[in-house]
Each structure stands twice: as structure tokens, then as C-alpha cells.
């Protein structure tokens, strides 16, 4: 991580040790700090440091702050682009509109923390916690989420284009207006969540108050079918495919006429049709159409 270093003559006799930070792979100084008595003693130094690093507009892409407790603190705008910041604690911290695009914060402790608007593009963030935190317009294409608990969290108007939530804890959690083209919700638990108005492409949206079914493991990939009530009908995603119920039953008949995966895959699709009429209706009812 970073690196404390004893007191020099530039800060006179009794002060504690500075709080040095550094690059992750390169071991460069990125940021000299000397800490009060006060934040020494209070276990807080390091998250002074950053702060005041953040304050003085210092890069800090790559920093080692593995395992760094940081909860509570204002690193708003902050560049931590390919940041290493695994197991560290930013229970509550600050880091709206900051870069954290590329970054490693895997099994990191993110309960409400403030991410509105922050890069987080193509970072690390399985197995992190999330719970409450507000994400609301981050950017999280291409984001590693796999196995994370976003329990509550708040990602309207969030970029989750490519990203991989597979096995995530969705509970109760808010998508509602996010992006989730090309979004692997695989093995997902999505109990609860606001998935209302979520788009899968630019003019296809997911409509009413339970839009989304996943059945599986499935088929000859022993993988999941998705069904989706959208604003232009059902839609379904499994493996590469991606289309109507219509283009996905002439695809399954060419492919699986007559065997165990064909019987199988109507099975589901029996139940596609009924969770499809009572939403899709209700959808309808609630929007003021006729059924």
C-alpha cells in the first residue's frame, strides 16, 4: 500500500511520520503528505492525505491504497483512474464525478458511498459492496460487478452497457432509465428492483413493473433464457441471440427439432407467454391503453 516514512528536519522534531503514496506497479511517488499529531493519532492520516491530494488537483492515477480505510472521505472529482484499491473501506466516502475508470475494487466496501456521475469504466468492482451507495448517471460500461451486493442501490440513468452483474444481489435496488445493452444478468437476484423504463437499446425500454424473467440453466449451453417485456414486445436473449419470441422459435426448431432441448425450451416458453400476459397487461392498465 502506501508508505509512512519517519519525520525529516523540514518538519521538526515530534511530528509523525509522513504519509507517502504511490504508484501500484511502478512504485513512483505520487503524493507527499505530513499529517497533524490529531489525524495521526486518529487512524485518519492516510485519509487526510488523499484528501489533500485531491484538493491540490494531484494525479493519482494508479495509487496503492489497497485495503485503505477512506470511509467518510471527500475525494469528489478525484483522478484514481487504475487505482488499486482491493478490500479498502469508502463506507460513506465522497467520489461523485472522480475517474475511476479501469480501477481495482474488488471486495471493496462501497455501502452509501456517493458514485453520481463517476467513471467507472471497465473497473474491478466483484464481490464489492455496494448496499445504498448512489450511482445515479455513473458510467459503468464494461464494469466487472459479478458476485457484488448493490442491495438498495440507486443506478437511474446509470451506463451499464456491457457490464458483468452475473450472480450480483439486485435487491431492491433502482435501474430505473439505466442502460443495460448488451448487461450480463446471468444468475442475478433481481428481487424488488425498479427495472421500469430501463433501456436495452436506444428505442427499446423495458415497460411496466415486472419487465424482466430469467429461466435456467437451460438448453445446450446449460445457460439462461432471458425474456423481456419492452415497449416493442417481448423480447428474448440467450447465449448470442438476441430477438423476438418469433425469430427465437424458428431459431430453436432449426436447431433443436425434436430433442430434449426443444421440449425444453417450449416448456419455458409456455411460461414466457403467461408472465408475458398478466405484465404486459398490466403495463397496458397502468399506462391508461386499452388491453
Not at 424482466?212 to 423481456?228: D, E, V
Request: proline fraction near 3%.
Amino acid at each position: 500500500m502506501n508508505t509512512q516514512t519517519p519525520p525529516s528536519d523540514k518538519y521538526g522534531a515530534g511530528l509523525p511520520p509522513a504519509v507517502i503514496i504511490k504508484h501500484h506497479c511502478t512504485d513512483e511517488m505520487l503524493f507527499e503528505y505530513q499529517p497533524t499529531r490529531q489525524e495521526h493519532d486518529s487512524g485518519f492520516a492516510l485519509r487526510a492525505a488523499l484528501e489533500a491530494g485531491v484538493k491540490s488537483h494531484t494525479n493519482l492515477h494508479g495509487a496503492n491504497l489497497s485495503e485503505a480505510y477512506l470511509g467518510g472521505a471527500d475525494l469528489s472529482g478525484a483522478n484514481l483512474s487504475e487505482a488499486y484499491l482491493s478490500g479498502a473501506n469508502l463506507r460513506d466516502a465522497y467520489l461523485n464525478d472522480a475517474h475511476l475508470g479501469h480501477a481495482n475494487l474488488n471486495s471493496a466496501y462501497l455501502g452509501g458511498t456517493n458514485l453520481c456521475n463517476t467513471n467507472l469504466r471497465s473497473t474491478n468492482l466483484s464481490r464489492a459492496f455496494l448496499g445504498g451507495a448512489n450511482l445515479i448517471g455513473a458510467d459503468l460500461g464494461n464494469a466487472y460487478l459479478s458476485g457484488a451486493n448493490l442491495n438498495k442501490a440507486y443506478l437511474g440513468h446509470a451506463n451499464l452497457i456491457g457490464a458483468d452483474l452475473g450472480g450480483a444481489y439486485l435487491n431492491g435496488a433502482n435501474l430505473s432509465e439505466a442502460y443495460l445493452g448488451r448487461t450480463n444478468l446471468c444468475e442475478a437476484y433481481l428481487g424488488r428492483a425498479n427495472l421500469r423504463d430501463a433501456y436495452l437499446s436506444d428505442d427499446i425500454r423495458l415497460v411496466g413493473e415486472r419487465p424482466f424473467l430469467q429461466i435456467g440453466p437451460i438448453g445446450s449451453r446449460n445457460t439462461y433464457l432471458l425474456s423481456c417485456i419492452t415497449n416493442r414486445g417481448l423480447r428474448l436473449y440467450t447465449g448470442c441471440f438476441s430477438g423476438t419470441r418469433a425469430e427465437f422459435e424458428q431459431k430453436m426448431a432449426a436447431k433443436h427439432g425434436g430433442n430434449e432441448h426443444e421440449r425444453e425450451y417450449r416448456t419455458a416458453l409456455a411460461l414466457i407467454d403467461a408472465h408475458a400476459e398478466i405484465w404486459m397487461l398490466k403495463a397496458k392498465m397502468a399506462e391508461g391503453q386499452e388491453p
